[in-house]
């Protein structure tokens, strides 16, 4: 049985794509990252188990703490392992990135040392959640295999190569100054490009899914370009994007913030892309008499009932991590009028609604295409039987 299932990957259409994939994130895992920090470089990273804490340093206004938490700790790992000795905790009275700790919680540390000095100062990263994000990698990893086969195998290559491409690619460009909508674009097609192949390997469907995706994308981003210059929306909006203005990086912060709209949304166009054109290719399997119109009609009345929970999807997703702005909205009776024209609330909108355009569009974009190439196919088979 085994044998079995393995001759059935490896002589599978996506079997080729799916061992290039595999050659591309280990090269992507072995590039160098172009932006080190040389300060990193004095101190060692590990992990450490908190002995014990004083807290006589810290000062409290209310519900927030400010000063410094002594810990003392055992490093767990690294090059001073066994060691024990005092952390300092910084608190600036923020809830959102103070972190305080009590005996027996391990703990991410700097550590600055030299081998005749030995330890001579630990810092304070944060608390060591490493083990759970792994546990939670790898149960998703073995529920993708279980439940999916050789399938889920090729999702969680798509998932890698989606994760480095953003880390080592996108970000570095982005970063060095390079033009972050052509720079979007780009990345966007060939992650396209390589997740629908992973779907479907070298057939024509794979290049009826791509096309009407890239479709839905490029539409997308020409809507962010217009309607985020007309709504006069800075970049700045972004969470953290600001800071980067003063660390020396000349950057254009609009422009990375409509790449960004339709780079969120390119998942969800996929996905449209993908469903429709394996119900179009399934409906002419069924009838390779079938016309191109009909099939178009076909694909469309898949469209319709897929667009009906799909254009909620971003709203859901982008409204989720705003849940707190939009309670200090209602709690302080801030009338709907000033609140639609926010800042960020406006840029959400922008990112919902012309997210959901494309996810409306590759519909019909994709009905096309399937059904113009695969139709073509059927009728070239019927030719040469004739």
């Excluded at 992990?47 to 703490?65: F, M």
């Excluded at 998703?140 to 080592?168: Q, Y």
């Amino acid at each position: 049985m085994i044998k079995q299932y393995y001759n059935k990957c490896v002589t599978s259409k996506s079997f080729i794509p799916s061992v290039v994939v595999l050659l591309s994130v280990l090269v992507l895992l072995m590039l160098p990252d172009r932006f080190v920090n040389p300060v990193y470089k004095q101190f060692e990273t590990a992990k450490a188990r908190v002995i014990s804490v004083n807290n006589s340093d810290i000062q409290r206004a209310g519900i927030v703490a400010y000063g410094q938490q002594h810990c003392m700790v055992e490093l767990l790992d690294g090059s001073y392992q066994g060691t024990v000795a005092e952390a300092m905790n910084m608190l600036s009275g923020s809830l959102g990135t103070d972190k305080q700790y009590q005996a027996g919680d391990i703990a991410l540390v700097t550590v600055g040392g030299s081998q005749s000095q030995g330890v001579y100062k630990i810092s304070m990263v944060d608390h060591y959640r490493l083990n759970y994000q792994l546990l939670l990698v790898g149960a998703f990893m073995l529920l993708l295999i279980v439940l999916a086969g050789w399938i889920g195998v090729r999702a969680i290559l798509a998932f890698a190569f989606t994760i480095l491409c953003i880390w080592k690619m996108l970000i570095p460009l982005l970063l060095a100054g390079y033009q972050p909508i052509l720079c979007g674009l780009l990345i966007t097609a060939m992650l396209t490009t390589v997740i629908i192949i992973l779907v479907y390997g070298f057939d024509r469907r794979f290049i009826a899914a791509t096309m009407g995706s890239l479709l839905g994308t490029g539409l997308t981003a020409l809507l962010a370009i217009i309607f985020v210059n007309m709504s006069k929306i800075h970049g700045a909006v972004m969470d953290y994007s600001e800071s980067l203005l003063y660390t020396g990086f000349q950057l254009n912060l609009t422009e990375i913030f409509i790449a960004s709209i339709f780079i969120a949304s390119a998942g969800a166009v996929m996905d449209i892309a993908v469903d429709i054109t394996s119900a179009v290719h399934e409906v002419i399997e069924a009838n390779p008499a079938i016309s191109k119109a009909a099939a178009i009609k076909a694909g469309l009345n898949v469209g319709r009932t897929v667009i009906g929970t799909m254009s909620t999807t971003l709203l859901l997703a982008y409204s989720g991590g705003y849940i707190g702005l939009l309670m200090v909205f209602v709690a302080q009776g801030t009338p709907v009028i000033n609140i639609l024209n926010l800042n960020y609330i406006s840029a959400e909108i922008l990112n919902t609604m012309i997210g959901s355009f494309g996810l409306i569009t590759v519909a019909p974009f994709t009905a096309v295409t399937s059904a113009t190439l695969l139709t073509r196919k059927k009728s070239n088979a019927a030719e040469a039987a004739v």
